[in-house]
């Protein structure tokens, strides 16, 4: 191949400055592929951070971020009963004629709290999976009288 080049890796490390292998050894540290990744190795999907605040593990910096404009609002009075992670069923669990046990489905949002009388669910989020889309679907059948908030944008 005309502008191809075999070279050992000897060779290589000759031609780059040290800056370079510095910089290089320092993004390859992390965790030996240059990609963020969370405690334990894990590199996320979708490039999510996970954040603490005190105790309480997010799954991302935009969560927590939420998490704390909304403390801030439920210390000012202006949510109440804001609750981390509930869990709603959108279908019951069963068991089909032949004896196989179906699980229920359930979605678990980020927060929800009550705001002038109206129950809000919160989920914020960075990319919209298929699977939220559909369990957004039966959440919004399921739970007419409950708002639904998905929030995107930056944190």
Partial sequence: MKGFKTVSLKELESMVSSDVREASAAVFARDGNGMDAEPGGCISKYHNQPTHRGDIRFASKREAA??????????????????LQPSFTLTESYITPSGERIRALRYVADFSYVQNGQIVVEDPKGHETQEFINKRKLFMEKYPMVELRVLKGKV
């Avoid at 998490?67 to 949510?79: C, N, P, Q």
């Fill in 66 to 83: 939420r998490y704390d404009v909304l403390m801030r609002l439920a210390g000012s009075g202006t949510i109440t009963e804001l609750r």
